[in-house]
């Protein structure tokens, strides 16, 4: 990989990087032709194992070394791990299967590297962005990308599973962006960290909380409240008014294109109950479509004057493992939703039909290990769909 340098006369002196494995990068500079090529080691002894993640960037060349991306910059000075103590995301590539199979790229300021999470639930293939403008990380991002590569301002990539297709993945959407993705529906979720912060010894309680959010026809938000448990707290719904604009189902002229959409500014998480807790998580989720947006996250806590119990478990942070819809199977009893799950994750769902409200009081659901299966009335009605999450 080339790589141009800075050197004390403040010019540009080319220069190629060799990745020996992991033990060690070498520096090669000079010239064949005038017999002045020069070998030498860089500063630290690392290298990676997945050879398409090595990428050029504005700030050097980054690669998944065995310990997280690293960058080696115009000075040819290696990096720390970007993400290290907490700071941003190691884990993924730390323990990922298959290190020769990973796949990255970069373009327009962001990094996006795929790999296989060995760490994470069902070991999933996940890609983790890197903002180099920002500093910031987002993911995972589900999409099983086989290939990518940068493409104008945009990314080309494959999809695994997919076959002979390639696929425009744009990091920042547009107009002509679109939300379905080889026949499957996008969707999000956004997941807070413990909240809040008091540093005291006591419960609080939440009544009353807020989210920015800008809104599109049809495209609900549900919010989860978890204890650091995973206990579900409360789940409530920030409801978008209208109805999609369906091609050949309006008057030309007359209709707003993918129907009404809101502002960003705040929505009210109407509580059915006080959340009572000493931290807790928030998870955002929902269908991905062009409007969407979510801001800032407002709550007016009141610390209480007992403390927690000494017994109380400290455990991880429970996650959303997969979100989706289902519709139940006509003329049967059982749906079997396959997807990422196990025994011990919790599935919440919630009907987006007339039909299926009118059944959701009677079916029930058992998680399993890579699937859920439900039990509900035997009609013929073939629209009983509902949106769900699993976490765990």
Same mark, same amino acid.
């Given at each position: ?12 002196v080319?220069?190629?990087?060799v ?12 010239d ?7 070998l ?57 299967? &298959?290190?020769?199979? +990973?796949? =990255?790229?970069?373009?327009?300021? !962001?990094?996006? /590297?795929?790999?296989? @999470? *060995? ?28 290939m ?8 080309l ?6 076959g002979a ?44 909380? &807020?989210?920015?959010? +800008?809104? =599109?026809?049809?495209?609900?938000? !549900?919010?989860? /409240?978890?204890d650091? @448990? *995973? ?7 920030i ?28 929505q ?8 009572v ?13 062009s409007?969407i ?10 610390m ?7 017994n ?11 979100i ?19 025994t ?39 629209d009983?769909?509902?949106?769900y999450?699993?976490?765990?």
């Amino acid at each position: 990989m080339g790589l141009s340098l800075f050197n004390q006369m403040g010019g540009i002196v080319q220069g190629l990087m060799v990745f020996k494995g992991v033990d060690n990068i070498f520096q090669i500079t000079g010239d064949a032709t005038l017999a002045t090529l020069s070998l030498n080691s860089l500063n630290v002894a690392t290298g990676t194992n997945s050879p398409n993640s090595v990428s050029t960037t504005t700030k050097g060349i980054v690669f998944l070394a065995p310990d997280g991306l690293r960058l080696i910059d115009f000075y040819a000075k290696v990096s720390d791990p970007i993400g290290k103590a907490g700071d941003g995301i190691t884990i993924p590539f730390f323990f990922q299967l &298959t290190p020769s199979r +990973a796949n =990255a790229s970069f373009n327009s300021g !962001v990094f996006r /590297a795929q790999v296989q @999470n *060995g760490a994470a639930v069902g070991s999933p293939q996940q890609e983790w962005w890197y903002d180099f403008v920002r500093d910031v990380w987002s993911g995972p991002h589900t999409t099983k990308v086989s290939m990518i590569q940068p493409y104008q301002t945009t990314f080309l990539i494959t999809m695994q599973g997919a076959g002979a297709k390639i696929f425009q993945s744009d990091q920042v959407q547009s107009a002509t962006s679109g939300y379905v993705e080889n026949g499957v529906q996008l969707t999000y979720s956004f997941q807070s960290a413990f909240l809040p912060d008091t540093d005291q010894m006591a419960e609080n309680c939440i009544i009353e909380a &807020t989210q920015h959010a +800008a809104l =599109a026809a049809g495209a609900n938000i !549900v919010c989860v /409240a978890l204890d650091p @448990n *995973g206990v579900v707290l409360d789940t409530v719904t920030i409801s978008a008014s209208g109805t999609p604009t369906i091609w050949g189902q309006f008057t030309w002229g007359q209709a707003l294109w993918q129907g009404a959409a809101t502002a960003l500014g705040p929505q009210q998480l109407q509580w059915h109950q006080p959340l009572v807790f000493q931290r807790l998580s928030l998870a955002f989720m929902g269908q991905n479509t062009s409007g969407i947006k979510l801001g800032r996250l407002h709550l007016r806590y009141q610390m209480l004057g007992y403390l927690l119990s000494q017994n109380y478990p400290v455990k991880t942070l429970p996650a959303i493992q997969s979100i989706g819809s289902f519709t139940l199977n006509a003329n049967a009893t059982i749906t079997t939703v396959v997807t990422t799950c196990t025994t011990t994750c919790t599935v919440l769902y919630t009907p987006v039909t007339p039909d299926a409200g009118n059944d959701g009081a009677t079916t029930s659901c058992v998680p399993g290990n890579g699937q859920f299966v439900l039990t509900h009335a035997n009609n013929s009605r073939t629209d009983r769909t509902f949106d769900y999450v699993v976490i765990g």
